[in-house]
């Protein structure tokens, strides 16, 4: 049961990360005509593969494997929300001539938004322990 | 913190989009060469709740729909909360152009572009750029 649980949890990992942002921006592009030039769905399905794959490590049973697969599940969810915040840099709603063409220089805001995953990623790393 | 992040996230956007215009006026002029000065009064208006806008450019690029440039004119600003501030351009239409374009041979351009940092005290956050086009008539 232990394994089934964990396997679900990377595949149920792997889907949120690897399909949610698609949909989203297939919705905004078809409704709105918003478009995300930078958008890189290859890249962010392999960096959402390598989640669940760590995602089902860090439900194992075995503490080590937890600690160490939580931790770097949550590094890769930082990278992943760095990823996906800097392809959102660019967004052209409308089209030709008269788009209406927006930039997002996220500064400082992008750490802020990576830094709870960092966070995370070492409370997953030391809590086995810690409840021993 | 996640949730905090995401609420902050989802209130600096709100805030940012918050900033609009209001009371947008123009007039033009013809001087003694026969070149056209077009004013434009734009006022920027903040409905921002918690992030100001600081460092903020508004500039008008004026050029023809064969990409020519003709003028351009740049202004400042900073807006807090609730505030409001008026600007002011002028742009100018070499008479040949104006002439081209009253005949209905060519189109004006107006570009704009806007960009501003939120920022929270001295703290600049997040830089929004946007660039829209207007289609100026021969009118």
Known sequence: MGRAKALAFGIGNFMIY???????????YSEFTILLP??????????????????????TDNKSSKALGGFLKNLMVAAYTYLAITMA???????GETAFIVRLNWGIWIY????????NGLIHLLKPFAEE | MGLLVAVGTTTLIVDAASI????????????L????????????ISSAYIFEARDGNLTLYLKTDRGEFVD?????????????????????VPSEIALDVEANEIELLLDIYLSFWEAYGNFRLMNLSVKSTVVLTGE
Request: hydrophobic share 50%; glycine share 8%; net charge negative.
């Open chain 1, 18 to 28: 690897g399909f949610a942002l698609k949909t989203a921006t297939s919705y905004a």
């Open chain 1, 38 to 59: 930078n958008y890189d769905w290859f890249l962010l399905a392999i960096v959402a593969f390598v989640i669940g794959v760590l995602a089902f490590f860090q439900e």
């Open chain 1, 89 to 95: 840099s660019l967004i052209i709603i409308g089209y």
């Open chain 1, 112 to 119: 802020i938004l990576v830094f709870p995953a960092i966070f």
């Open chain 2, 20 to 31: 609009r215009t209001a009371d947008m006026s123009y007039g033009q002029e013809v001087d």
């Open chain 2, 33 to 44: 060469d026969g070149n056209v000065h077009l004013y434009i009064n734009i006022t920027l």
């Open chain 2, 72 to 92: 351009r004119d740049t202004k400042t600003f900073d807006l807090g909360k609730g505030e409001s501030v008026k600007l002011s351009f002028e742009l100018v």
